[in-house]
Antibody, heavy 118, light 107 residues
Framework: EVQLLESGGGLVQPGGSLRLSCAAS????????MTWVRQAPGKGLEWVST????????YTADSVKGRFTISRDNSKNTLYLQMNSLRADDTALYYC???????????WGQGTLVTVSS | EMVMTQSPATLSVSPGERATLSCRAS??????LAWYQQKPGQAPRLLIY???TRATGIPAWFSGSGSETEFTLTISSLQSEDFAVYYC?????????FGPGTKVDIK
């Protein structure tokens, strides 16, 4: 059974940093692209960043480019999102999702909440 | 950036009735379109990809159609568990973009 468990969210001040993690199990992690998608409270879904199975390719939304970095450790079956220079509009529930193929997401975690506020 | 629009914003349907949800892309996405269902307090669930292919475990009363800029998700006979928000997502162009969602609620 595929399981994705996010962690690392919390309350942070504007300009601060957080690192999100997503522990994966139930599939061969390094065979699949992984993605972060966020959802602001009461709003829709926003794609944030995708990383290929090997980690050799990454893709990031302009809204977070230069501030957020996606990475993975295939030896630990874990996906990461390093978030720097956080802003109030980064407040959201952050989901990690497994790629059916690179751009379609067939399994999602339950999300970790990031709140940026002073 | 590819803009996805969905209509209607809210669709009120009685159980057992048919629901037809629309998704439009600002330019052609070929058939590189997926549909997701999200229930309150839950993560999204993949329903359809490549415009018309049902994901694993998705019941046959869900179907997708369309190409280029116009897409439809049809729920042929709404079950109680189908009341949710539905999002379309294009993956033909960067950045990947989602529509704003259609909420299907009980009439």
């Amino acid at each position: 059974e595929v399981q994705l468990l996010e962690s690392g969210g919390g309350l942070v001040q504007p300009g601060g940093s957080l690192r999100l993690s997503c522990a994966a199990s139930g599939f061969t992690f390094n065979n699949y692209a992984m993605t972060w998608v966020r959802q602001a409270p009461g709003k829709g879904l926003e794609w944030v960043s995708t990383i290929s199975g090997s980690g050799g390719s990454t893709y990031t939304a302009d809204s977070v480019k230069g501030r957020f970095t996606i990475s993975r450790d295939n030896s630990k079956n874990t996906l990461y999102l390093q978030m720097n220079s956080l802003r109030a509009d980064d407040t959201a529930l952050y989901y990690c999702a497994k790629g059916l193929h690179l751009w379609v997401f067939d399994y999602w975690g339950q999300g970790t909440l990031v709140t940026v506020s002073s | 950036e590819m803009v996805m629009t969905q209509s209607p914003a809210t669709l009120s349907v009685s159980p057992g009735e048919r629901a037809t949800l629309s998704c439009r892309a600002s330019q052609s996405v070929s058939t590189n379109l997926a549909w997701y269902q999200q229930k309150p307090g839950q993560a999204p669930r993949l329903l359809i990809y490549d415009a018309s292919t049902r994901a694993t475990g998705i019941p046959a009363w869900f179907s997708g159609s369309g190409s280029e800029t116009e897409f439809t998700l049809t729920i042929s006979s709404l079950q109680s568990e189908d009341f949710a928000v539905y999002y379309c997502q294009q993956y033909n162009n960067w950045p990947l973009t989602f529509g704003p969602g259609t909420k299907v609620d009980i009439k």
